[in-house]
């Protein structure tokens, strides 16, 4: 079946550390992939998304890349910022009734 | 109003209560899903609707009932919760299937406590 399994955390960094979060995923056939960030107080919104291998998704200097070899779609970011507090979901495309397999969530905190 | 829009955001009751969770979307989607959110554990899809018609029920207990009266409308009713259901609770539209891009856009969510 689909799965994802991605970094517990927390992460603490501090402003302008580099970032990565984890994903690996199982997945049947070739699935979309997604990065989404939950804000304090709000709901989840798409920050990226790649739909097959080697593309490479981008979005406020987010970036991950889909790798098929490893079944990886880590997150990075060069630089983090104080406003990049938040709780990330890594999330796999399913077939059937167009839903999502997500993550457990990776809480990151930035501090000045 | 724009988005997704879910109320109470907050919601206490006690495990023999009756209440309703609702959701309203002002995209012009026609699928709508509830998920629950918990502690340290992925997001589960409870149920989904796609114009108007229940396409998902994953095992979810009886003492959740959905109702779609329209496209634009989702509701959660609750009864005879247990504590263990305290949870975020997550409303969410899309596009429909096939002209799907993946992309769900969620409510702030109702942050539900049983006692």
């Known amino acids: 079946g689909n799965s994802v399994t991605q970094m517990e955390g927390p992460v603490t960094l501090s402003e302008e550390a580099f970032l990565t979060i984890n994903c690996t995923y199982t997945a049947t056939g070739y699935p979309s992939l997604f990065w989404y960030v939950q804000y304090p107080g709000e709901g989840l919104q798409l920050l990226l998304k790649?739909?097959?291998?080697?593309d490479k998704g981008s979005n406020k200097g987010f970036e991950a890349t889909y790798r098929k070899e490893t079944t990886s779609f880590h997150l990075e970011k060069g630089s983090v910022q104080v406003s990049d507090s938040a709780v990330y979901f890594c999330?796999?495309?399913?077939?059937?009734?167009?839903?999502?397999?997500f993550g457990t969530g990776t809480r990151l905190t930035v501090i000045p | 109003e724009t988005g997704v829009t879910q109320t109470p955001r907050h919601l206490v009751m006690g495990m023999t209560n009756k209440k309703s969770l609702k959701c309203e979307q002002h995209?012009?989607?026609?699928?709508m899903y509830w998920y629950k959110q918990s502690a340290k554990k992925p997001l589960e899809l409870m149920f989904v609707?796609?114009?108007?018609?229940?396409?998902e029920n994953n095992s979810v207990p009886s003492r959740f009932s959905p109702e779609c009266p329209n496209s634009s409308h989702l509701f959660l009713h609750l009864h005879t919760l247990q504590p263990e259901d305290s949870a975020l609770y997550l409303c969410a539209s899309s596009h429909f299937r096939g002209l799907n891009t993946g992309e769900l856009f969620f409510g702030e969510g109702s942050r539900l406590t049983v006692l």
């Open positions: 995209l012009g989607h026609n699928a």
């Open positions: 609707y796609s114009l108007e018609e229940r396409v």
């Open positions: 999330a796999l495309g399913g077939t059937g009734a167009n839903n999502l397999f």
């Open positions: 790649a739909t097959k291998a080697d």
